[in-house]
């Protein structure tokens, strides 16, 4: 008996004990999504020491968020979780009096429909979706959805294997918002998308294939993220990207402390550095997503404003809308009307 | 780099784990004066519990409960009518919505078309596998062991490399289609259909027909093919009636071994097939991964253990000893 409480004593010492005097602050970020030498200057600067996690997928991060509350400072959601996040009563508010360099996001990302005022959230990086075209292999104007339907390009069209995106385009093309909760015009989106696999346009249905297949001249078009676009574009010259006249969709990934925060001040500090636009600009050129900052941009000069991916003119931009969250009923619907796209022969 | 930290309750599981174990020793040390034989086998036991036992509970408390807990065959249902809940919401909808309603064919579809896959895949095999496997058996071939060899080693590479591997052989600007522009010929389409599936699949599975086979095939004493010729029979006879009825248990234990891992395949037709078709595996990932839906995806798995147990079963029949390695 003696020796059975000394193992478990033994064992109890081996659970780890975290304890520092130093300040730090816990930032659960996406995967390769920061230069990474911002973290040491951040350390350098306010000698707060930065703990950095990474996840891959929304739904990943909110499970560890709610499951481990306390253990994250500030988290980087797309607007559809911000909006989910803030329905579950998870986010803290932002005290801007600690966040002077906000002011630089540009005025059309904020006061954005999924946070009011920006009051939970402040934009780290945004984008679009379009299509990326082989300048090669299509002659006319890239600008209408209708494209991905001309049987013209019989087996050399990529679609998004994602739900809401392909969903969300189709709808935009029948001309109904891509957040519509009218049934016949979501029946109507999958009859579209079925019309379109039956006629062979389709090659494939993929996610994060598409942007190296593209690159080695597999197909003529894809829906892609502005991100993705940006990157194959760089390795081929022959490839660009357009936002159709119907409009499309925007996403926004923010910065947000969860309400269990334990070092809120220092999480406000750390979004503080990266508004910085030297900070700004640092991220945006190491991942090319769009930068929400205007003293970035400026900085950036010429080499960002003329790219049209990364910097969309004002006409595509008026077309963008924003996915709301769905949930519940309307979120299976959605599930099952894909899965009878993708059983479609 | 790599962050091992877990959650303190996991350390005090593992811990309380290791107690109740050490416990058990210790108590049958006791009680039979001294170590029994049979306890070697607790630790394999213990696993068997927590990774096999218990994720099988799991599966089917999931598969008779809805998000709430509470029991339901609703999910069942959901497998026969994929559009079940669907429906159901546009029934609340009124007359323009209820138009829509119809039965949902998507998962009956899929596991109907994965097992028609499978059995390709094991019919292919089993054609492809068997005269390797008597090359490798055949002692007057000195080429056997090299063959051996080469079936093996690509086993060592991760199966998705392989897989990936690949596209780059069969897409438009892969490989082949290279070369047969080079050679001046039209390129062919090779990738994003069921050919390219199956393809994946036989190349991954084969292997696991071959070995089996193999195993069996070099059991059989020589003499016995020995004494056929002896007694008057043909090279092709020899075959038919003595190798080939003495191989049946590894041919039995071969198509187990591929059947079971082609018709849960996943991965493989989103990768090579470009998800333009969906098997039983990736129906069943999606719901985990994609919907979240754990009660319908559960209920899907529960039907296709039933199936494969069922399959076992029949196959049991042609080899009641379980001498293929008892796995049938």
Not at chain 1, 233 to 260: F, H, Q, R
Request: hydrophobic content about 45%.
């Amino acid at each position: 008996m003696k020796k059975l409480v000394a193992i478990l004593l033994v064992l109890l010492m081996a659970v780890p004990v975290c304890a520092s005097a130093q300040e730090v602050v816990n930032v659960y970020n996406w995967e390769d999504y920061i230069d990474e030498s911002v973290l040491d200057l951040f350390e350098q600067e306010t000698g707060i020491h930065v703990n950095y996690m990474n996840f891959t997928t929304n739904e990943d991060m909110m499970v560890k968020v709610e499951t481990s509350p306390g253990a994250f400072d500030i988290v980087f959601p797309s607007e559809y979780m911000v909006e989910r996040m803030l329905a579950k009563d998870l986010l803290a508010e932002i005290n801007y009096d600690n966040v002077p360099n906000a002011v630089q996001t540009l005025p059309n990302l904020l006061n954005p429909s999924y946070d009011p005022n920006n009051a939970h959230s402040v934009p780290y990086m945004w984008g679009t979706v379009g299509i990326l075209y082989n300048t090669k292999m299509v002659d006319e104007p890239v600008d209408s959805w209708g494209i991905l339907w001309d049987e013209k390009y019989t087996d050399n069209v990529f679609m998004l294997d994602s739900i809401r995106d392909s969903m969300g385009i189709t709808l935009k093309y029948l001309g109904y918002s891509m957040n519509t909760h009218d049934i016949i015009a979501l029946e109507e989106a999958k009859a579209k998308l079925i019309e379109q696999k039956k006629s062979g346009v389709v090659k494939a249905y993929q996610v994060d294939e598409t942007k190296d297949k593209m690159v080695a001249n597999e197909a003529a078009l894809a829906v892609v993220w502005s991100g993705d676009a940006q990157y194959a574009i760089d390795l081929n010259e022959d490839l660009a990207y357009a936002i159709p006249k119907e409009g499309s969709n925007v996403w926004v990934d923010c910065m947000v402390i969860p309400k269990t925060a334990k070092n809120k001040e220092n999480a406000e500090k750390f979004i503080d550095f990266l508004c910085r636009p030297d900070i700004a600009q640092l991220n945006c050129e190491a991942i090319w997503y769009s930068s929400p900052n205007a003293g970035a941009i400026e900085l950036m000069g010429e080499a960002y404003t003329s790219n049209t991916t990364m910097n969309p003119s004002e006409e595509a931009l008026a077309g963008l809308e924003y996915f709301n969250d769905i949930e519940g009923a309307f979120l299976e619907l959605y599930n099952t009307l894909w899965l009878e796209v993708k059983n479609a022969k | 780099m790599y962050d091992l930290s877990l959650p303190w309750w996991a350390y005090a599981l593992m811990g309380a784990g290791l107690v109740v174990f050490i416990g058990m020793i210790a108590v049958s040390v006791r009680r039979n004066h001294g170590v029994k034989r049979s306890l070697f086998a607790s630790p394999y036991t213990l696993w068997m519990i927590i990774f096999t036992v218990l994720p099988c509970i799991l599966v089917a408390y999931y598969a008779f409960t809805d998000a709430n807990g509470a029991f339901t065959l609703e999910n069942f249902l959901n497998f026969w009518d994929s559009n079940h809940t669907k429906n159901q919401l546009y029934a609340s909808m009124g007359e323009a919505a209820a138009a829509y309603i119809t039965r949902g064919t998507v998962n009956v579809d899929t596991l109907v078309y994965s097992l028609w896959m499978a059995f390709l895949c094991t019919m292919i095999c089993l054609l492809l596998g068997y005269p390797a496997a008597l090359f490798m058996a055949d002692r007057r071939m000195k080429i056997g062991p090299t063959i051996v060899i080469l079936f093996i080693i690509p086993m060592w590479m991760n199966f998705l490399l392989r897989t990936i591997a690949w596209m780059s052989i069969l897409e438009d600007q892969g490989l082949i289609n290279q070369l047969l522009h080079f050679l001046g010929f039209d390129g062919v389409k090779l990738m994003y259909n069921s050919g390219a599936v199956l393809l994946g699949m036989v190349y991954n599975f084969l292997p696991f027909m071959v070995f089996p086979v193999y195993t069996s095939l070099s059991k059989l004493d020589p003499k016995l093919g020995e004494a056929a010729q002896d007694l008057g029979c043909n090279e092709w006879k020899t075959f038919t009636r003595v190798t080939a009825p003495l191989s049946l248990p590894g041919v039995i234990s071969g198509i187990t071994m591929v059947f079971m891992p082609s018709v849960t395949t996943f991965f493989i037709p989103r990768i090579l097939g470009g998800g333009n078709t969906m098997m039983f595996g990736d129906l069943i990932e999606s719901k985990f991964l994609t919907e979240g839906n754990w009660n319908v995806g559960s209920a899907l798995s529960m039907i296709m253990m039933v199936l494969i147990l069922i399959s076992l079963g029949i196959l049991r029949k042609f080899d009641p000893e379980g001498e293929g390695g008892g796995i049938a």
